[in-house]
T-cell receptor
Framework: SQTIHQWPATLVQPVGSPLSLECTVE??????LYWYRQAAGRGLQLLFY??????ISSEVPQNLSASRPQDRQFILSSKKLLLSDSGFYLC???????????FGPGTRLTVT | KQEVTQIPAALSVPEGENLVLNCSFT??????LQWFRQDPGKGLTSLLL?????REQTSGRLNASLDKSSGRSTLYIAASQPGDSATYLC????????????FGKGTKLSVIP
């Protein structure tokens, strides 16, 4: 069966510090991968999606970036965090585009 | 641009009651619609996915319907239990070429024992 992991589960970082969040998927090959952010009082916002290694598309301009160094690994990064980057970050995968998405447990990021 | 709305934002019902959660969308040219459950501080759990060609999907006590012409989907929960308490989100894939799953803000359900 397929499993999706995210770490860390919780992170508190000062403004201006770098960020690296990791997501890995097990039990499937060549998945579509997605990064979402869920801010308090707002819906889920798609940040990045990837249909293959090295193929990243951004939905929202921001100071975040994403990379996919391996088939089942998706990384969300920032060089300098802003207060507005605080939120709950969720990674998801699907077999193909516009099919059922499966979500990871999430990372709670607080920027202080 | 697809917009998804869920009303009410919160709902409280006594245990055992049947209930309906509502979801509306603006672009009727949806590819499919997915219902999720989110427990506090947790990720999303996929409940049901309805293709645009389908009218409903069932899983256990859950039944989701889709009416593209009216831009609405409903999630019916039969014989509600305290363990059903969570936030329920609906999300729609728009038409051809769209990678983006557009989410509603959810309905927070509380089932009172």
């Amino acid at each position: 069966s397929q499993t999706i992991h995210q770490w860390p589960a919780t992170l508190v970082q000062p403004v201006g510090s770098p960020l690296s969040l990791e997501c890995t998927v097990e039990g499937t090959s060549n998945p579509n991968l997605y990064w979402y952010r869920q801010a308090a009082g707002r819906g889920l916002q798609l940040l990045f999606y990837s249909v293959g290694i090295g193929q990243i598309s951004s939905e929202v301009p921001q100071n975040l970036s994403a990379s996919r160094p391996q088939d089942r690994q998706f990384i969300l990064s920032s060089k300098k965090l802003l207060l507005s980057d605080s939120g709950f970050y969720l990674c998801a995968w699907s077999v193909r585009t516009r099919e059922k998405q499966y979500f990871g447990p999430g990372t709670r990021l607080t920027v202080t | 641009k697809q917009e998804v709305t869920q009303i009410p934002a919160a709902l409280s019902v006594p245990e055992g009651e049947n209930l309906v959660l509502n979801c509306s969308f603006t672009d009727s040219a949806i590819y499919n619609l997915q219902w999720f459950r989110q427990d506090p501080g947790k990720g999303l759990t996929s409940l049901l996915l309805i293709q645009s060609s389908q009218r409903e999907q069932t899983s256990g006590r859950l039944n989701a319907s889709l009416d593209k012409s009216s831009g609405r989907s409903t999630l019916y929960i039969a014989a509600s239990q305290p363990g059903d308490s969570a936030t329920y989100l609906c999300a729609a894939y728009s038409g051809a070429g769209s990678y983006q799953l557009t989410f509603g803000k959810g309905t927070k359900l509380s089932v009172i024992p």
